[in-house]
């Protein structure tokens, strides 16, 4: 089955720096990668998130990048605020089938005012 | 459009103990999703419902674990006898989700706290 690695487990940066969250993927199949950030006591919810046909995506602060090649692909926020820090989570899946992601173990952001 | 909704949201029972927890799905949604969240991993799947069938119950440890989605809308998770490791987020989630029709978005609950002492 799929296996997916997520760097770092905690992060740590002040108000207005980047954060980089990175994850890697076992099976080559995988086509789909979303990403959930989850607040403290609260539900997951979903971001961001990119299929295999395309390398980049932009979503205003944030932004995800997929290297098929490497079986890598990582999180880009810019311009940090407290209120992003939280748990983000990555996953992969394969689309169109039975559609079962597998999670990263998650990434707990901490922004600095 | 309401959420997942989840019941209890916290619960304390001892080893050995039982305890049953309910999910309604967004309305629509035919895939159902429970996933266990123990404190600083990420959610791993138990067990996938299309309709009321399963997908997917590779992960689920049958022998304590049950799950069932009778009417193919509402489910419940029952775990029987609990043990310590049992203690996590039990997470549902839901989408609406058709075979072959690609990815949609997957809608978490709140989750359903559990503690086994």
């Known amino acids: 089955g799929e296996n997916v690695e997520q760097h770092p487990s905690t992060l740590s940066v002040q108000e207005g720096d980047s954060a980089v969250i990175k994850c890697t993927y076992s099976?080559?199949?995988?086509?789909?990668f979303p990403w959930y950030k989850q607040e403290l006591g609260k539900r997951p919810q979903l971001i961001i998130d990119?299929?295999?046909?395309?390398g980049e995506k932009k979503d205003q602060r944030i932004a995800v990048t997929l290297n098929k090649t490497a079986k890598h692909f990582s999180l880009h926020i810019t311009e940090t605020q407290p209120e992003d820090s939280a748990v983000y989570f990555c996953?992969?899946?394969?689309?169109?089938?039975?559609?079962?992601?597998?999670f990263g173990r998650g990434t707990s952001l901490i922004v600095h005012p | 459009e309401a959420g997942v909704a989840q019941s209890p949201r916290y619960k304390i029972i001892e080893k050995r103990q039982s305890v049953a927890f309910w999910c309604n799905p967004i309305?629509?949604?035919?895939?159902l999703y429970w996933y266990q969240q123990i404190l600083g991993q990420g959610p791993k799947l138990l067990i996938q419902?299309?309709?009321?069938?399963?997908?997917?119950d590779s992960q689920l440890p049958k022998d304590r674990f049950s799950a069932e989605r009778l009417k193919g809308v509402d489910s419940t998770l029952k775990i029987q006898p609990a043990k310590l490791e049992d203690s996590a987020v039990y997470l549902c989630?839901?989408?609406?989700?058709?075979?072959?029709?690609?990815?949609?978005?997957?809608?978490f609950g709140e989750g359903s706290w559990l503690t086994v002492v």
């Open positions: 989630a839901s989408s609406f989700h058709l075979q072959g029709a690609g990815v949609n978005t997957i809608y």
């Open positions: 099976d080559s199949a995988s086509n789909y």
């Open positions: 990119i299929r295999s046909n395309v």
């Open positions: 996953a992969a899946s394969l689309s169109g089938g039975s559609y079962i992601p597998t």
């Open positions: 309305s629509g949604h035919a895939t």
């Open positions: 419902f299309q309709n009321n069938g399963v997908v997917d």
